[in-house]
């Protein structure tokens, strides 16, 4: 019987939230502040967390910040639950390592839903950990649960991941210049657009009208069409990588970016295409590249902003999202660190002569490391 820990300092939302989920089949312990939260978390080691924003000696955030931070509970799901449903405060507590939010007053049974949606997650995420490393095809556990999947657009990739990358994951795109990783991201973008799912690509590296040919070249019809009727964003950050001012884009970064501003100006693009916590009409996005994200900002920043946007992506109804990394371009601990924010590693490179894909690792679903031929 999976076990929750549920904090709020009020009697009232205490109770009832604790017969909700006990006549769901949960066993469920009780907080009152959030130092007693803390405290039976790393005690209790409970499967779930869900806690109130304010609270007396510690509030929610920093409830997140420190669960994270403590190594015995650091992966343990959290959803935050509280009546501060205003946008500012619902990034703080995804920055601060929410996995969720749902706002006061709330349905019973979409708090029910994402409960089991988030532990069916974290279970499959380790299980897949324990299992041990094999550069051969695993069988899946024969009790592991189903996992959604969405089609990469490499069947040779599809195939090593049993039918697709996980939906709603994180995955770090690896590889040196000319191994097709970026290839790659706009082909994952195409198959999203043609499977009729909102998808939103980053341009940081790229000019925004090279990243449109390449889409619709795995397309039948051009990429402005899907932006037209809604399924397409595109972000500019080129021109400010560039140096190079556009007024032609509707989501563009000019002048000095700030990770702050860029955020922003994402979180506006998703807003169009439904990948929001009101509207969940999840989908795809990539991020190409975060190699200049890390030459021209400090770690913690960068960080920071790519756990914001990875941690959304549950919350946003199952958005999948690439991040593009110019293999050496960081440092071994640096490349450690922005792992540790991934469900999964895909390498490019070369294998005998040949440019090739392998999964480096996937902390969701069962997988086959080999390189493959592309």
Same mark, same amino acid.
């Given at each position: ?23 769901? $089949?949960?066993?469920? =312990?009780? &907080? ?40 015995? =509970? ?16 619902? =990034? ?24 089991? &949606? ?34 990469? $657009? ?20 690896? $590889? ?78 000019? $002048? ?67 991040? =593009? ?50």
């Amino acid at each position: 019987m999976p076990k929750i820990l549920v904090a709020d300092d009020e009697t009232n939302i205490l109770m009832l939230t604790g017969v909700m989920l006990r006549e769901a $089949g949960y066993e469920v =312990i009780k &907080a009152s502040n959030g130092q007693e939260a803390v405290d039976l978390a790393i005690s209790e080691q409970p499967d779930l967390i869900i806690t109130d924003v304010i609270m007396p000696k510690k509030d929610g955030f920093e409830v997140c910040k420190t669960v994270r931070n403590t190594a015995s =509970i650091s992966d343990t799901p959290i959803i935050i639950l509280s009546a501060m449903g205003d946008e500012y405060n619902k =990034i703080t507590g995804f920055d601060e390592g929410a996995d969720d939010y749902v706002t006061k007053p709330f349905s019973s049974e979409e708090l029910k839903a994402r409960v089991r &949606a988030l532990l069916l997650r974290y279970q499959s995420r380790n299980r897949a950990s324990a299992a041990k490393p094999s550069v051969s095809r695993q069988e899946p556990h024969p009790e592991a649960p189903e996992i959604d999947r969405i089609s990469s $657009g490499v069947p040779e990739l599809d195939d090593q991941l049993y039918g697709g990358i996980p939906t709603g994951s994180n995955i770090l795109v690896m $590889g040196p210049i000319g191994s097709g990783k970026s290839s790659f991201s706009r082909r994952f973008l195409a198959e999203g657009l043609r499977n009729h799912e909102r998808s939103l690509f980053v341009a940081i590296d790229d000019d925004p009208k090279l990243v449109r040919k390449t889409i619709s070249s795995f397309l039948e019809k051009p990429v402005a069409e899907y932006e037209q009727y809604g399924f397409m964003r595109l972000v500019d950050a080129y021109s400010w990588s560039a140096f190079n001012e556009t007024d032609h884009e509707s989501f563009a970064i000019n $002048g000095i970016l700030e990770l702050n501003q860029l955020s922003g100006v994402i979180s506006d693009a998703g807003y169009e295409l439904g990948q929001t916590i009101q509207n969940k009409l999840g989908g795809r996005r990539v991020i190409d590249s975060i190699s200049s994200l890390l030459v021209n900002f400090e770690l913690p920043s960068v960080q920071r902003f790519m756990s914001q946007i990875a941690r959304t992506s549950h919350s946003f109804g199952g958005v999948t999202t690439l991040f =593009i990394l110019e293999a050496g371009t960081v440092s071994d601990q640096v490349l450690n660190n922005i792992k540790y924010i991934m469900d999964g590693v895909i390498e490019f490179g070369d294998d005998k002569g040949l440019r090739s894909v392998r999964v480096a690792s996937m902390k969701w679903t069962q997988y086959v490391t080999d390189w493959r031929a592309l």
